[in-house]
């Protein structure tokens, strides 16, 4: 079953680090362009980051950009964003997803989600 | 930053009759547009991608059009589990954006 599950969600404080997990089932996440989009509560969706198909090209939003790392290690299947100076505009359901694209360098659409972690960045 | 402006910002309907959302773009993004589902406590779920190309699995009852800057999701009959918020996405240009959503309710 073709799926991706996120850990490593939690409270952390203003100013603190934390990292998070996808991993993937199903498929190769070598071949895959991944994204992390994320939600406030009760707010809208936004995207936060991307690594493409090969890992070797990301984007981030203007939000996270210095703050927000997309890393990957295919050997795990597993894709992880490391996140720095978090602060309380953070705070939100880190989802991430595949692109439905399996052409190189292109972006179609997320076709998988995994269910979300919280994080909360409150002192 | 490419901005999207979706209308309504919520629809009541009744099952059964058809439902049109609209997604606006802040400047042309050829059909580079998606849509995607979000119930509750859910993640989003692909509905169509490229404006018009329905995602693996999605009912037929589900289509896209538009390309530009005018986009339209129409649900030609609205099932109970229809009943959702639906957000528009383009992938033109970095960074990807999403729509504020339209809320689909019972009426």
């Known amino acids: 079953q073709v799926q991706l599950v996120e850990s490593g969600g939690g409270v952390v404080q203003p100013g603190r680090s934390l990292r998070l997990s996808c991993a993937a089932s199903?498929?190769?996440?070598?071949?895959?362009?991944i994204h992390w989009v994320r939600q406030a509560p009760g707010k809208g969706l936004e995207w936060v980051a991307a690594?493409?198909?090969?890992?070797?090209?990301?984007n981030y939003a203007d939000s996270v950009k210095g703050r927000f790392t997309i890393a990957r290690d295919d050997s795990k299947d597993t894709l992880y964003l490391q996140m720095i100076s978090l602060r309380g505009e953070d705070t939100a359901v880190y989802f991430c997803?595949?692109?439905?694209?399996?052409?190189?360098?292109?972006?179609?659409?997320?076709?998988?989600w995994g269910q979300g972690t919280t994080v909360t960045v409150s002192s | 930053e490419i901005v999207l402006t979706q209308s309504p910002a919520t629809l009541s309907l009744s099952p059964g009759e058809r439902a049109t959302l609209s997604c606006r773009v802040s400047q042309s993004i050829s059909y580079y547009l998606a849509w995607y589902q979000q119930k509750p406590g859910q993640a989003p779920r692909l509905l169509i991608y490229?404006?018009?190309n329905r995602a693996t699995g999605i009912p037929a009852r589900f289509s896209g059009s538009g390309s530009g800057t005018d986009f339209t999701l129409t649900i030609s009959s609205l099932e109970p589990e229809d009943f959702a918020v639906y957000y528009c996405?383009?992938?033109?240009?970095?960074?990807?954006?999403f729509g504020p959503g339209t809320r689909v309710d019972i009426k």
């Open positions: 490229d404006a018009s």
């Open positions: 199903g498929f190769a996440l070598s071949n895959s362009a």
């Open positions: 690594t493409s198909h090969d890992g070797n090209k990301e």
């Open positions: 997803a595949r692109d439905v694209s399996t052409k190189p360098d292109h972006y179609y659409g997320m076709d998988v």
């Open positions: 996405q383009q992938r033109a240009n970095w960074p990807i954006t």
